[in-house]
């Protein structure tokens, strides 16, 4: 997205140079010097040379002071020069002019807003924005900063108004966005326990994106809320088909729930089913538990060393451990014990890069990930 402004940001800079120099143009003799500043200026903003860019525009600002176009460029350099107060300034004095054409007082006030969201001063940008809103004038880039601004302040209400527009004008789809604002207005309303006022949001939510995961879960935790504890089973496991990779979020709850309704059965299936396509830690855990209840020590400890196989970990040993105490054999099982610890150390990772995260098994004096020399060290 950041890409796309500056582009445009550049195209539009680019364009403002090119027209006001095809203007000189036409009263070549009178403004030959100006023409041989704009020329220079250009260059210079091609070449990505800021400074000198702003300086060929102050010097045309001299001489033209009146020309919006070049008073809206250069604050535009001062702002991206990192000089926020100087862009304010030629934005504020551009708006306080009575005879500014429309479209220039837009762009000052656009200006002016992003003037103050680089500042910091997020109140006084959404002011600006909204009125660009309330006029009917307000660019996507504008509506796109609204929604930013308030998706920080947490005001929720107006991220919606703000994206909901955008949406109307852009092909931008915000749906995965809306949805979650609205789920950030159910999670509040269900930490009052207003659970019919948390539904409703929650319906919005599925409207706006009806894979969002995360409204099913707040659904289920409502259910609860509401003593519904067979509805909220239901709304978990909804939610699993929704995002599958959500299963190490929710199965405790999943598991929980069977145990509250003394459904060891239904749980065993479920847990069977699931473990099926993919393999979850979790899963495997309580189906350790349950083959324990149903089957005695063997066949758990068997299923438990199977599951380890392939997915070794710290909690898996810790039950491994566990069985220790019980066991009449506990040789063998310290003996699987220690190959579970061996598989956890060739899990990890030996080398990472200090750079961007990195790791892997090998060392390289290159980081793969993003091309840094000697940026991979060894994990102390
Ligand atoms: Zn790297």
Known sequence: MLDILFASLSLALIFVFAATLFRFRKHNKKRAVERHHYLRGLNYFLEDETDQALQSLLDIAESSPETAEIQLALAVLFRRKGEVDRAIQIHQALMSRKNLRPEHRVKAMSGLGEDFMKAGLLDRAEMLFEELVSNGVASNKVLDYLVSIYEQEKEWKNAINSALRLERQSEVRMGKRIAHYYCELAQEQIRHHEIA???????????????????TVLDARACEDNKDSYGALKK?????????????????????????HNDEQGLYEFLRAGLDGRNSLTMGLALTEIYQKREGNPVAVKYLNEHSESHPSLAGLSMLLHFVDSDENPENLLTEARRVVKR??????????????????????????CASWNSVKPVQ
Not at 237 to 253: G, M, N, T
Not at 349 to 368: D, E, L, M, T, V
Request: net charge positive.
């Open 197 to 215: 006022a948390a539904r409703d949001y929650l319906t919005q939510a599925l409207a706006k994106d009806p894979e969002c995961a995360r409204a």
């Open 236 to 260: 978990f496991k909804r939610s699993l088909e929704q995002d599958p990779e959500l299963l190490a979020l929710v199965i405790p709850d999943i598991v929980r729930l069977y145990r509250l």
């Open 344 to 369: 956890l150390q060739d899990k990890q990772s030996k080398y990472c890069c200090q750079q961007c995260g990195f790791a892997g098994q090998i060392h390289h004096w290159r980081c793969p990930g």
